[in-house]
Structure formats: structure tokens, C-alpha cells
T-cell receptor, first 109, second 113 residues
Framework: LAKTTQPISMDSYEGQEVNITCSHN???????ITWYQQFPSQGPRFIIQ???TKVTNEVASLFIPADRKSSTLSLPRVSLSDTAVYYC??????????FGSGTQLTVLP | DADVTQTPRNRITKTGKRIMLECSQT?????MYWYRQDPGLGLRLIYY???????NKGEISDGYSVSRQAQAKFSLSLESAIPNQTALYFC????????????FGPGTRLTVL
């Protein structure tokens, strides 16, 4: 099972770009990288998923270097409502079932 | 209407009682999961089911059992509740296939006294 390492917490200000990096040194060939967002007392919500290079959707971008041993979630111009816990998961199908402790992002006014 | 529903949303019970948490989904997904979350921690997998006839233990299955009554329903039981099972419980679903996105229910807050 690929282990992931993320910062425990990060602070940012409204309007700034936030980058959260996740390390996954033992990622397997078939593994995907997926990020979820969780607000207090709610279930996690899917943000973005990628396999290699760069993926972008309407809320975030995911940067994955060629060796795939890390990934960076980029949130453009954060707002107070982006304050949440962000989880990085690595795996495929049944193996992508470990959430870890996540990164608490606090957006300040 | 919510795609993934959980009942009850809150439950307080006593040590030794049998408790059932229910999960229903209207997404038509084959895969369903049960997680628990303790304060300040991430989610830990209890059981998962890839179809009605396929049920698998997760990281922390001791003290729990599950039943997949139909594609849309997946129940979690605590045979004899104990205080350290006090937690927030989430049900999730996903399509079949590699690395499919999971959709979570609103959670059940369980307190065991």
C-alpha cells in the first residue's frame, strides 16, 4: 500500500494560490493520485485525480512530476470557504482506500 | 434528494447493545464502503463490497459486521457496542473500475456510553 506524507497544516490568505504537496515514494505503476476535500462533520468530496503530468478542472490543478513520487494540489485564489482538510490518496480500485490524516488548510481574511 | 443516505444521522447507545447503521444509494454504483473517523484523524476503512456477493474486511473490521442486502443497500452492525467505537461513520459508493471517485454520505454520529 502506497504511503503518503502531507503537511499537517497550512495557512493562507484570501485570494492567494495555495499549493499542497504530497509525497508518495513507493507509488506503483498502476496507481492513480486522488485528492479529496473534507469540511467538519461532512463526508469527503472528490476534487481531482491524475496519473501523470498535469490535470486541471474547474476547481484545482494537479501537478505530477515524471517520477510520480510526489504530487501537488494547486488551489487558485482561495477563499474563506476553502478552509478544510485535504487528503491525498494513492492507489487503484481496492488499494486506494487509505485516507491518512490530511492537511488542514486555513484561509485567513 | 441525496444520492447516498445514511440512517440514523445520530445515535446514542449503551455498552453491549447491538447497533445497525444503514446506507442506501441511488447512484447505481456496484461498490460500497464503510469508514469511521475519530476526532482529528483521517478516515479508516471498516468493510467494503465490490458487488452484492463480494464483501471484504478493511483496516479495522474487528467488532463490526456488514450485510449487502442489495446493490443499493449496505448495512454496518456493531454486535456489542463499546465506548471506543464512538465515532463518525461514513458510507461511500463508487463505480467499478480503477481508482473510481468515491461519493460519501452525510455520516452517522455514534456515541457509545
Amino acid at each position: 500500500l502506497a504511503k503518503t506524507t502531507q503537511p499537517i497544516s497550512m495557512d493562507s490568505y484570501e485570494g492567494q494560490e495555495v499549493n499542497i504537496t504530497c509525497s508518495h515514494n513507493n507509488i506503483a505503476t498502476n496507481d492513480y493520485i486522488t485528492w479529496y476535500q473534507q469540511f467538519p462533520s461532512q463526508g469527503p468530496r472528490f476534487i481531482i485525480q491524475g496519473y501523470k503530468t498535469k490535470v486541471t478542472n474547474e476547481v484545482a490543478s494537479l501537478f505530477i512530476p515524471a517520477d510520480r513520487k510526489s504530487s501537488t494540489l494547486s488551489l487558485p485564489r482561495v477563499s474563506l470557504s476553502d478552509t478544510a482538510v485535504y487528503y491525498c490518496l494513492v492507489g487503484d480500485a481496492a488499494r486506494q482506500l487509505t485516507f491518512g490524516s490530511g492537511t488542514q488548510l486555513t484561509v485567513l481574511p | 434528494d441525496a444520492d447516498v443516505t445514511q440512517t440514523p444521522r445520530n445515535r446514542i447507545t449503551k455498552t453491549g447493545k447491538r447497533i445497525m447503521l444503514e446506507c442506501s444509494q441511488t447512484k447505481g454504483h456496484d461498490r460500497m464502503y464503510w469508514y469511521r473517523q475519530d476526532p482529528g484523524l483521517g478516515l479508516r476503512l471498516i468493510y467494503y463490497s465490490f458487488d452484492v456477493k463480494d464483501i471484504n474486511k478493511g483496516e479495522i473490521s474487528d467488532g463490526y459486521s456488514v450485510s449487502r442486502q442489495a446493490q443499493a443497500k449496505f448495512s454496518l452492525s456493531l454486535e456489542s457496542a463499546i465506548p471506543n467505537q464512538t465515532a463518525l461513520y461514513f458510507c461511500a459508493t463508487s463505480r467499478s473500475g480503477r481508482a473510481s471517485e468515491q461519493f460519501f454520505g452525510p455520516g452517522t454520529r455514534l456515541t457509545v456510553l
